[in-house]
C-alpha cells in the first residue's frame, strides 16, 4: 500500500515527529508498503501526532484537517497518548479495554522505545523480577511494596526519562538497563494509561514481561501466555510466588519474548504491522471521524485542561 505519513500540526515538534516515523517506515525489511508524499496516490493516510497536542482538547486541528475533510476513507491515526480519544479509526498503545472497539480500533506498541535496551548484560540474570518506575497510578504502589530477595525495586519519581538530557538522567538510564539485565522478569504496572513502555523495551532484550493492567488491550496475533505472564491488579501481592513457580520455565518464555518482539514490534517491522492493521480497518470499514458528541474523552480531556490551566494561573499569580 502507498502510504502518506502527515501531522495535524506543523510546529517543529510535529515535523521532527513525522521524520522520526518516516524514518522507521524506511527500515522495513517486509517492504510490502511505500512511502509517499501524494495524498491522493496514497491508500491509507497515517496522522501520528495527536499527542503532541495537549492544549487542543477538541482536537480541531486534526478533525478540521483538510486531509481529513477530504479523504474520510482513508485517513488513520496513530495514537501513543495515555489517554487517548478516538477522533479517526487506527492503532492505539493504551486504549483502554471499555472504550476499545474492534472496528475502529487495533492495540499496538510504540514506534520507538523510550530506552535503549540494545546494550543489555548477557550474562544470565541474577534477579528474579525487577520494577523501576514512577510512582502513578492505581497500581504501582501496590507494586513498589513488594520485596524479594532476589528483586529489585525503585521509585523513580525523581527523575524525568521525558525531559532535557543530563547526567544525572544518563545515569539513571544506565542503571535501567542494567537492572533489566539483570531480570528474568520484569514488572509492568499500568501507569497514567493502560500501556506501557517498559512491556516492550522487556520484549526487546530477551526479558519476560509481567503485565498489571486489567484494562490493557492486548495486540492480537501473538501467543502472549508464552513470552508473557499477566496479574490481575488484585493479587499485586501474589506476584513473587507466582514468579518463583514459573522460574524454571524462563528459558523457553525468554526465547519467546525475544521472538515475538523482532516480528511485530521491532524498528524494522513496526511500520509494516502499523499498515497491516489499518489495511484491515479499512477493508472493514472502519471509516472516518467519530461523531464528536459522542465522544466522553473529549468532555474529560477539557475538564483535565481548564484544572490544568487554572492551576497553573494560580501558582503564577
Avoid at 476499545?100 to 548484560?121: K, Q
Avoid at 504496572?189 to 513502555?197: A, D, E, K, V, Y
Wanted: proline residues 8%; contains cysteine.
Amino acid at each position: 500500500m502507498n502510504v502518506l505519513v502527515a501531522t495535524a500540526g506543523d510546529h517543529s515538534w510535529s515535523r521532527a515527529l513525522r521524520a522520526e516515523v518516516e524514518a522507521v517506515a524506511r527500515l522495513d525489511r517486509i517492504g510490502e508498503h511505500t512511502l509517499v508524499a501524494d495524498p491522493g496516490e496514497a491508500e491509507v493516510i497515517l496522522f501520528v501526532d495527536p499527542h503532541q497536542h495537549p492544549s487542543d482538547w477538541r482536537q480541531r486541528a486534526l478533525r478540521r484537517h483538510p486531509l481529513v475533510q477530504e479523504f474520510p476513507e482513508k485517513v488513520f491515526v496513530y495514537d501513543e497518548r495515555d489517554l487517548p480519544r478516538d477522533s479517526l479509526p487506527g492503532v492505539y498503545v493504551s486504549m483502554p479495554r471499555g472504550s476499545f472497539d474492534p472496528h475502529r480500533h487495533r492495540a499496538f506498541a510504540y514506534y520507538r522505545l523510550a530506552n535503549d535496551v540494545g546494550g543489555v548484560p548477557e550474562d544470565p540474570p541474577d534477579l528474579l523480577f525487577s520494577f523501576q518506575g514512577r510512582r502513578v497510578g492505581p497500581v504501582r504502589p501496590a507494586v513498589l511494596a513488594l520485596s524479594h530477595p532476589r528483586a529489585v525495586v525503585e521509585d523513580t519519581s525523581r527523575y524525568d526519562f521525558f525531559g532535557p538530557q543530563s547526567p544525572l538522567l544518563d545515569d539513571a538510564r544506565r542503571r535501567y538497563r542494567e537492572v533489566m539485565g539483570r531480570s528474568k522478569f520484569v514488572l509492568c504496572p499500568r501507569g497514567s494509561g493502560t500501556g506501557s513502555f517498559r512491556l516492550f523495551e522487556a520484549l526487546a532484550c530477551g526479558r519476560v514481561p509481567v503485565v498489571v493492567s486489567d484494562d490493557w488491550v492486548a495486540p492480537e496475533g501473538i501467543a502472549w501466555e508464552t513470552c508473557s505472564l499477566r496479574v490481575p491488579e488484585r493479587d499485586v501481592r501474589t506476584i513473587p510466588g507466582r514468579l518463583e513457580a514459573l522460574e524454571p520455565q524462563w528459558p523457553e518464555l525468554s526465547t519467546a519474548a525475544a521472538s515475538v518482539y523482532r516480528e511485530w514490534f521491532a524498528g524494522d517491522v513496526w511500520f509494516h504491522r502499523a499498515v497491516e492493521h489499518c489495511r484491515e480497518l479499512r477493508e472493514r470499514g472502519a471509516l472516518g471521524l467519530r461523531r464528536q458528541w459522542l465522544d466522553r474523552q473529549m468532555w474529560r480531556a477539557g475538564a483535565r485542561h481548564w484544572k490544568h490551566t487554572l492551576a497553573t494561573r494560580r501558582r503564577s499569580g
